[in-house]
């Protein structure tokens, strides 16, 4: 099987689970990429699975359409089992570095491919830094948009305009690069000047938010502005009361009214607490 045809298999199968999100909270929800369900409670497919979902159509073509045209180029100089690798590893790279970033935020939760997408646009720019590539109409060289894309991720994190997982892009991005020299060394002495020149922003501006993340108005691991900081044995217990509370009430509802009484998501929570 070739690198084209995985790349296609990679669409196919995201288009079908997005559009199954689309249409069931409940799943969507599960299979999410969230703080706090993979520090707290250890369920690391999330890491995965938040790839093949996204937040609506236009993400989900936009990131699709992307991997389609730069995978292209990608598999012609590598093999199947390298462009997944680097695919998969971009995308959990990319959300490994957002839960560093958020590690305080439990709430904070993401989804969508972009990570591991980034990851096969820069291992693409890292291989031939020289190829051209159409944003939209306008075609530059591949180094040129890998620096103008990186300028815009760092003003999407510094900015927090939208509720656009920027992070994550900049993880994707670093570890596909990395992986694509890894795999193809001769790269980086042939192209050793455009990958300096995406890679010391880049790094320098992970290095920011990681260790001083006042600078960007960020709450992690290292810096909490807003609120003191709780244990993860804190969050655990404080989790567990609480939802210890609302299935006490369902089971007070039933006893009251009957089980027919309850509301989908009252049946769902139940459903779930039970396989605990």
């Not at 790839?51 to 073509?61: D, E, R």
């Not at 990608?74 to 970033?101: E, K, T, V």
């Not at 995406?198 to 290095?207: D, K, N, Q, S, V």
């Amino acid at each position: 099987m070739t690198a084209g045809m995985i790349t296609l298999i990679l669409i196919l199968v995201t288009v079908v689970v997005s559009y199954k999100g689309f249409k069931d909270h409940f799943f969507f929800e599960k299979y999410e990429f969230g703080v706090d369900k993979v520090r707290l409670y250890r369920d690391y497919k999330r890491l995965v699975t938040s790839g093949f979902l996204h937040v609506n159509w236009m993400h989900l073509i936009f990131n699709m359409l992307a991997l389609y045209f730069f995978a292209g180029s990608l598999s012609r100089a590598l093999d199947p089992f390298q462009f997944l690798l680097i695919y998969f590893a971009s995308l959990i790279g990319g959300n490994l570095l957002s839960l560093l970033i958020y590690k305080n935020q439990g709430d904070y939760t993401s989804v969508g491919a972009s990570g591991a997408v980034c990851g096969a646009i820069f291992a693409n720019i890292a291989l031939d830094p020289n190829s051209t590539i159409m944003f939209f109409i306008i075609p530059m060289r591949g180094w040129i948009f890998g620096l103008l894309y990186i300028g815009f991720t760092i003003y999407g994190v510094r900015s927090k305009r939208d509720n656009i997982g920027h992070e994550a892009h900049l993880g994707g991005a670093m570890i596909g690069m990395l992986l694509a020299i890894c795999l193809e060394p001769d790269a980086l002495m042939q192209n050793y000047i455009y990958i300096l020149i995406i890679a010391i922003p880049t790094l320098a501006f992970i290095y920011l938010i990681i260790t001083r993340p006042h600078i960007l108005l960020i709450d992690n691991l290292f810096y909490n502005r807003h609120k003191d900081y709780y244990s993860i044995d804190h969050k655990y217990n404080e989790k567990k009361t609480s939802q210890q509370q609302d299935i006490d009430k369902i089971l007070d509802k039933i006893s009251k009214r009957g089980i027919n009484s309850l509301s989908q998501k009252e049946k769902q929570m139940l459903k779930d607490f039970s396989k605990k």
